[in-house]
């Protein structure tokens, strides 16, 4: 008699959970009892977007996932309809929140370092979207709609006048703390030396090894890969030991001599291959 009647019970609490269940569809969280234990079902439904609408930022934030993991490379432009998503991102709170996460990880990282001491430990940081932003630049340009004007960005750039990205200027100050030297190293031209010395040290950067700029002649027609490497090569070739490197580009830190750990900080308006 007890049987049946835990019999009757459970089967009206399937019941009760399945009619739950089809009242609840479509809403973010569901809650399954099994055996003692709460599953929270989350159903492939997406909070906006209902009724198959086409809601521009729910694929604008995958392209720029896909973006970020390397999976859409050698990209030209922004999508057209991307425009609104990435400038909000960009002079938004989520930039400056996934920027932290990287340059917290990085100084976590570190900071766990057994450094040898001699002067010979160094951090590769590339500047554009790094050390320096160009949002005032990018704003006026449709934040990557427009495709890149080397010409028009570079009288941006010897103005002199970019702003420090506030993370990266802090990982910048621990390292420094911490004994590592700083070695920026950019795909800006060489004659842009002057202006972005300049613009480094107004934005806070005042300390550091070497600024190494693109030789026109040397790397014409080379990759921001090729480029970067083999500079890169050029100081473990002078004793360097490249402790960590970073950038906003996977240019900046793939290829060779790469150093013991890379961090990639967002960019969602260019891509330099
Ligand atoms: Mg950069």
């Known amino acids: 008699m007890v049987r049946l009647v835990s019999l009757i019970i459970f089967s009206l609490a399937t019941i009760l959970l399945a009619t739950k269940s089809s009242l609840c569809h479509g809403k973010t969280t569901l809650n399954l009892v099994d055996h003692g234990i709460t599953f929270s079902i989350f159903p492939l439904r997406l909070k906006s977007g209902l009724g198959g609408h086409y809601i ?7 392209w720029r996932l896909a973006v970020e993991a390397h999976n859409i490379i050698d990209w030209k432009t922004i999508p057209q309809e991307c425009e609104g998503y990435v400038g909000n991102y960009v002079l938004g709170k989520q930039y400056r929140e996934d920027s932290k996460a990287v340059t917290e990880e990085a100084y976590k990282y570190a900071q766990s370092l057994n450094l040898v001491g001699d002067g010979k430990d160094i951090w590769v940081f590339d500047i554009d979207e790094t050390s320096l932003s160009n949002l005032p630049y990018y704003a006026q340009h449709g934040f990557g709609v427009e495709p890149f004007n080397e010409t028009s960005f570079s009288e941006w750039a010897d103005h002199g006048i970019a702003p420090p990205l506030p993370e990266s200027r802090t990982l910048y100050k621990n390292l420094l703390n911490l004994g590592i030297k700083v070695v920026f190293l950019t795909g800006r031209s060489e004659s842009l030396r002057d202006s972005t010395l300049k613009n480094l040290k107004d934005a806070g950067y005042n300390t ?17 890969v090729t480029y970067k490497s083999s500079e ?6 002078k004793g360097y030991r490249i402790v960590g490197n970073i950038g906003d580009q996977w240019s900046d830190i793939l290829g060779t001599n790469t150093g013991n750990r890379t961090f990639k900080l967002p960019d969602p308006m260019y891509y330099i291959s």
């Open 56 to 62: 521009p930022e729910i694929s604008c934030s995958s």
């Open 208 to 224: 550091f090894e070497a600024l190494i700029l693109r030789n026109s002649t040397e790397y014409n027609g080379k990759t921001g």
């Open 232 to 237: 890169r090569k050029k100081l473990e070739e």
